[in-house]
Structure formats: C-alpha cells, structure tokens
C-alpha cells in the first residue's frame, strides 16, 4: 500500500471512529462488489456501536438478496433522520449513486472508499486502491483496521464482492492476497459452492432465452467482439433488465478476442455499454472518453443515443485504443 493510501485510511478510520450516524450508499444498478462491501462494512460498523442505514438506487438483483442485511436495504428517498457521516464503497464518481442524492442532503461529509482508477475522488476523505481486485479487498482492510472482529456474516458480504468482481478469481487483477483474503474469510464460515450456487445457478428461464437471443447478435471483427440487447428481446424473453449482467462475458469468452462490448438498449431512449478486454487494451480510457469510467479491464458509459449510434461512437474508440 502506498504512503498516502495508509494515511487516507487512518484519516478515514478517525472520522468513523468519530461518527455515531453512517448513510452508507450503493451505485447504481449495484453489483455483488458494491453490495458486498456495502453491507460488510455496515455491519462492522454497527459492532461498532453506531447506527447505519444503507440506500440503494436501484434493487438489489434477486440473486444477490442472500447477502447478509440485503433486506434491510431502503430505496433510494426512504431514508429517515439525518447521519453525520455518508460512507461510499466502490463507486467511482457522484454521478453513480442516482437517486440517493436526495437521502445525502440529511448527511455529513462523504467518505469515499474505492479500488477504480477512475475514482473522481469526490470525498472529504478519499482512500482508493486501485491494485485490488474488488473494492472488497479495501473492506476487507478496512474492518480490520477499526479493530472490528469478522463474524461470517461480514465474511459472506466480502466473499461475495470478491468472488464477483474478480470473475471467480479469474481476472489480472487477482493477486496472491485476493487468495490469501479470501481464505482468512473461508476460515470464518463462508462456503463458496454455496456461494456461488446461489448467485450464478439460479438464473431464470427468461434470462437463458434472452442469452439465446443476444448471440445471434454476436459480431466479431479481429480481436474486437460485441453482441446486442434490444427492448424486443427484453419483451420476448420476459427476462429483466438487470438480466443483461454478465451477458458481455459471452464475446469475451470468443478465442482470440481482446475487447468484447455488450450493447445494452433497454428501450429507455439510452444504450448501456460494458467494455471487458483480456489481457492489454485500457477500455477505462474508452469508457472515460465517452463519459463512462471503470478499471482498465472493465469498465462502462451510458449513451443518450440509437443503438445504431452507440455502435458507431463506441467502435469507433475502442478500435482507436486497439491499435
Ligand atoms: P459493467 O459493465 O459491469 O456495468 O461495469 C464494469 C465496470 O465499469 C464497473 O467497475 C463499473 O463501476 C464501471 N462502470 C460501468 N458503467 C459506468 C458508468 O456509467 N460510469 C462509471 N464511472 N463507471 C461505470
Ligand atoms: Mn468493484
């Protein structure tokens, strides 16, 4: 850990130790990393003695309710009272927590933990790590950091941000202390078949047919592949919107693809775009350019425009950036 990434974490372990009231927020459309730590990190604080709420601007995908605390979550507005503090893990910038904008107005100052490169550091405090694998691994320091002992609901919470964010201990983020984190947390109860079982075979029959219906859209241009989702498909299927995650592993899957794109057009006049490359492209920089973020891996941007445009603006990029 850098120098100033130990001291941003001691400033922020100060300010929580101070604080008696934490808004925790998730981003938008959350994710097992941002649920995970979310929820991880809430219950620490609660054996802390303080009082928590956590706000979601979007659900919680049902498949991702088993997290520890999910159901405790309120949507976005429906907090009560006001906090002195308001704590963000894993979300890169203030446009990703939506419509929990309204519920911050009632909290102190922003607490801002993260692991994206791309993080805007928008915080009073910023601690941002962007060699971890999942925003998870920082959690995971964190909680320790504030002396908090682990009980095997917080290690469920952190398992899951890790297990997800990093495609299963797949991705070139992982690192020998993502095994090493991830062990201390199967040694506190968590059982990954478990895990794993429930968030990934679990799927709905609509979401296989959307899957069916989104390769036949598969393109592939050299080492560039991307894939579609249209409203049709999403109405012809019957699967939800949130059904659409993951589906951009499919092109990344492809032999010999270095960026794979999934363009999502759910029928809200925008086209939701997840950039993924295996092993040398920055699509953090692609999705930047366009207004998005993410990490050099993995990243995305939402385009006000036609699935035909979207197309056009966001190969157009990443060709550029794959040459
Ligand atoms: P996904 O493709 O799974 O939606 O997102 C991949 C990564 O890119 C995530 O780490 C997410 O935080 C980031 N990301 C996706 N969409 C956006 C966006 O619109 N803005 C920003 N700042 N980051 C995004
Ligand atoms: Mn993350």
């Avoid at 927020?25 to 809430?42: N, Q, W, Y």
């Avoid at 995908?61 to 894993?90: E, K």
């Avoid at 598969?218 to 012809?236: I, S």
């Avoid at 092109?251 to 010999?256: H, I, T, V």
Wanted: with cysteine.
């Amino acid at each position: 850990m850098s120098s100033a990434a130990s001291r941003d974490r001691r400033r922020i372990v100060e300010r929580l130790g101070a604080a008696s009231r934490v808004l925790l927020v998730l981003h938008v459309r959350p994710d097992g990393d941002s649920i995970g730590s979310t929820l991880a990190m809430a219950a620490a604080l609660r054996a802390l003695g303080k009082a928590t709420e956590v706000v979601a601007p979007d659900p919680i995908p049902p498949n991702l309710a088993f997290v520890p605390g999910a159901g405790a979550v309120v949507d976005a507005g429906a907090t009560r009272g006001s906090f002195d503090t308001a704590l963000f893990l894993d979300c890169a910038s203030l446009d990703r927590i939506g419509g929990a904008t309204a519920d911050l107005e009632r909290a102190g100052p922003i607490l801002n933990v993260d692991h994206h490169s791309s993080n805007q550091r928008y915080g009073e405090i910023n601690y941002v790590e962007p060699q971890a694998a999942a925003c998870g691994e920082v959690t995971y320091d964190l909680i320790r950091a504030l002396g908090v002992a682990l009980d095997v609901e917080m290690a469920v919470g952190l398992y899951v941000a890790i297990v997800t964010d990093t495609g299963s201990f797949r991705y070139q983020s992982v690192t020998a202390r993502t095994h090493r984190i991830a062990a201390q947390l199967l040694g506190l109860g968590v059982r990954p078949a478990e895990v794993a079982e429930r968030i990934w075979d679990n799927r709905s029959l609509a979401s296989l047919r959307l899957e069916a219906a989104a390769l036949r859209t598969l393109e592939r241009e050299g080492e560039l592949a991307w894939m579609d989702v249209t409203p049709q498909m999403l109405a012809e299927s019957g699967a939800a919107a949130y059904e659409t995650e993951g589906l951009v592993n499919l092109p990344r899957s492809l032999e010999g693809v270095e960026v794979a794109v999934l363009f999502s057009d759910e029928g809200r006049g925008e086209v939701r775009v997840s950039l993924r490359s295996t092993a040398r492209v920055d699509v953090s920089t692609v999705a930047v350019s366009l207004g998005g973020g993410g990490h050099a891996r993995a990243a995305g941007c939402t385009l006000g425009m036609s699935l035909a445009a979207a197309h056009a603006a966001v190969l157009t990029a990443v060709r550029a950036a794959m040459r």
